[in-house]
């Protein structure tokens, strides 16, 4: 996992992103479809088509970073809307960079109740 500062926010771009976009392209979405300014500082996640590929880019103060992740089985978890941007915690980027639905994660353990 990419190590992120605390407090920094992270967008989901909703719907289908082209992949073949590189920083300077998706900087530009980021403008132009999210209405936000790319290099404030804020992480943005884009998703393909098929689902089985994630970008990210972010402006950490020096410079701007592309991230890309492929899915070996499955896909991410998307939200169904069309347009849009979704804020996400930290904790849930992580979820659905290790192929987990992070609109539900499910606790798979439970305490021993003493007896």
């Given at each position: 996992m990419i190590p992120l500062p605390s407090g920094l926010k992270?967008?989901?771009?909703?719907?289908?992103t082209d992949m073949r976009l590189g920083m300077?392209?998706?900087a530009?979405?980021?403008q132009q479809f999210l209405g936000r300014d790319p290099y404030a500082g804020d992480?943005?996640?884009f998703r393909g088509r098929r689902g089985d590929l994630?970008?990210?880019i972010w402006h950490d103060g020096i410079?701007?970073?592309l991230y890309a992740k492929r899915i070996e089985r499955g896909y991410f978890i998307w939200p169904s809307a069309k347009d849009g941007a979704i804020h996400l915690s930290a904790s849930q980027l992580s979820c659905l960079l290790e192929g987990i639905d992070w609109r539900n994660?499910?606790?798979t353990?439970?305490?021993e109740l003493a007896g």
């Open positions: 992270i967008w989901l771009a909703a719907g289908a300077p392209g998706l530009l979405r980021v992480v943005f996640v994630v970008k990210l410079g701007v970073s994660p499910q606790k353990w439970r305490p």
